[in-house]
């Protein structure tokens, strides 16, 4: 039997992660990716078992890299203004610097696929995030809140402006680019609605 060629697998998952935010989950096959990768299917099935558990295994390992990337610094002994600003800061870094990758966590979000893609990191940051989430209700920072709810407000409009951002247009198609104060005034406003 073969051995895994490093460099071969981080090929197969960069080009993977293009072709499906460009083609779509249903555009995407194993024929395709060998092609786009000058390598043979075989090649491929040396890697992984069958489309599912390569697309199962990519997300995996990329929900991995954000998670690390999103909790970097992060303790959740923080006082809520200090965790929050953290978190904004790591979130607003990973999709600016991680384009491809996002754009396929939003694709999976919106597929079969989301339990799957959840699950394989989504218990070690829901533990580290729901701790400091008590930490701050135990201290009356703020209100204890449905995670729904608490998510809308301190994350969505985040995930709004880097959107508009990547997109370089806002609503009605108005130019848009991301300023630190535009960062800073919108995880203000934030902070405002759920500190007590």
């Given at each position: 039997?073969?051995?895994?060629?490093?460099?071969?697998?981080?090929?197969?998952?960069?080009?993977?992660?293009?072709?499906?935010?460009?083609?779509?989950?249903?555009?995407?096959?194993?024929?395709?990716?060998?092609?786009?990768?000058?390598?043979?299917?075989?090649?491929?099935?040396?890697?992984?078992?069958?489309?599912?558990?390569?697309i199962?295994?990519?997300?995996?390992?990329?929900?991995?890299?954000?998670?690390?990337?999103?909790?970097?610094?992060?303790?959740?002994?923080?006082?809520?203004?200090?965790?929050?600003?953290?978190?904004?800061?790591?979130?607003?870094?990973?999709?600016?610097?991680?384009?491809l990758?996002?754009?396929?966590?939003?694709?999976?979000?919106?597929?079969?696929?989301?339990?799957?893609?959840?699950?394989?990191?989504?218990?070690?940051?829901?533990?580290?995030?729901?701790?400091?989430?008590?930490?701050?209700?135990?201290?009356?920072?703020?209100?204890?809140?449905?995670?729904?709810?608490?998510?809308?407000?301190?994350f969505?409009?985040?995930?709004?402006?880097?959107?508009?951002?990547?997109?370089g247009?806002?609503?009605?198609?108005?130019?848009?680019?991301?300023?630190?104060?535009?960062?800073?005034?919108?995880?203000?406003?934030?902070?405002?609605?759920?500190?007590?």
């Amino acid at each position: 039997m073969r051995t895994r060629d490093h460099n071969k697998v981080e090929l197969v998952k960069k080009t993977a992660i293009e072709m499906m935010v460009k083609d779509g989950l249903e555009g995407f096959s194993m024929n395709k990716l060998a092609r786009a990768c000058n390598i043979s299917v075989a090649t491929l099935y040396i890697y992984y078992k069958d489309r599912d558990d390569l697309i199962i295994n990519i997300a995996a390992e990329e929900g991995q890299k954000m998670s690390a990337a999103i909790t970097r610094g992060f303790n959740p002994e923080m006082s809520f203004e200090e965790g929050l600003k953290n978190q904004w800061r790591n979130r607003y870094e990973y999709m600016k610097n991680n384009v491809l990758a996002n754009a396929f966590f939003e694709l999976l979000r919106n597929s079969s696929y989301q339990e799957r893609f959840l699950e394989s990191f989504l218990n070690d940051m829901k533990t580290i995030l729901g701790s400091f989430m008590t930490n701050a209700i135990n201290r009356g920072e703020i209100d204890d809140l449905p995670l729904e709810a608490y998510w809308s407000v301190a994350f969505a409009p985040l995930y709004a402006l880097v959107r508009f951002d990547h997109e370089g247009q806002s609503l009605g198609g108005k130019p848009f680019k991301m300023t630190d104060e535009i960062f800073w005034k919108t995880f203000e406003l934030v902070l405002k609605a759920l500190k007590k």
